[in-house]
């Protein structure tokens, strides 16, 4: 019977690990960023799902094992069982180490911090913030447009982000970005867009009264409808 509970605490992380990789489907990348993110989220989950259930089914096997003692014993020392834990503790913190430094590393995710160090031919944005709008500059094109910033699909995309008056926060959920925006302070965002389609930019940092109304759209479109875009912007300025 002893080793029948045995057997099946050793199975359960098994169990949640086969669960997580069935039922935790991919989640479809709209930018290299959230790709990156998603992607060592997803790794950490395949690990904490498997700890949680082993965790949980030895409580509650304790629990019910030793229930009717009402005088409990200290147990004795058991050197193998603390190097084990030790052991495993470390791997685990390792792989953690790892997957988070890999991820946290790339551009995509800290972007270096001016576009010289960006390879290729990046798309460049300043973000500017105010109470309770967001402007986009274009500084290569001299083109600067209010609550809208277009960016073509498929091209590496570097952003300043600062703020005029106080402190505001550039949140783009559905491309995974995120920076705060501080008066004298010059932040950046770097992303490639992979999928064509509108993204709702949020102010992530109360600013106000207005702050839920501080909202804007990022359209990912293609090469030739961005450079059609930059034309009619240039005309019409």
Request: glycine letters at 6%; aromatic letters at 8%; hydrophobic letters at 45%.
């Amino acid at each position: 019977m002893r080793h029948t509970l045995l057997r099946r605490l050793l199975a359960a992380p098994v169990i949640g690990t086969i669960a997580v990789m069935v039922f935790a489907a991919p989640v479809a990348a709209q930018s290299t960023t959230r790709d990156l993110i998603m992607g060592v989220n997803r790794q950490l989950m395949i690990l904490a799902v498997p700890i949680g259930v082993f965790m949980t089914v030895l409580l509650l096997y304790t629990v019910l094992k030793f229930r009717k003692r009402e005088e409990p014993k200290p147990t004795g020392e058991n050197r193998a069982l603390e190097i084990s834990w030790t052991v495993a503790t470390a791997i685990v913190l390792l792989f953690v180490g790892l997957a988070s430094y890999q991820v946290m590393a790339d551009p995509a995710v800290t972007a270096p911090h001016s576009v010289e160090e960006v390879e290729g031919d990046p798309v460049e944005v300043d973000i500017t913030g105010q109470q309770y709008l967001w402007l986009f500059e274009y500084p290569e094109h001299n083109v600067t447009k209010p609550r809208t910033m277009v960016i073509p699909v498929n091209q590496t995309v570097f952003m300043r982000i600062e703020s005029r008056d106080m402190i505001h926060a550039v949140h783009v959920p559905g491309l995974a970005l995120k920076s705060d925006a501080i008066p004298g302070q010059v932040n950046t965002l770097q992303t490639t867009a992979t999928e064509e389609g509108t993204y709702t930019l949020f102010c992530a940092e109360y600013c106000g009264e207005g702050h839920s109304q501080m909202l804007a759209e990022v359209k990912v479109v293609s090469q030739s409808e961005y450079q059609q875009w930059l034309d009619d912007q240039k005309e019409e300025g």
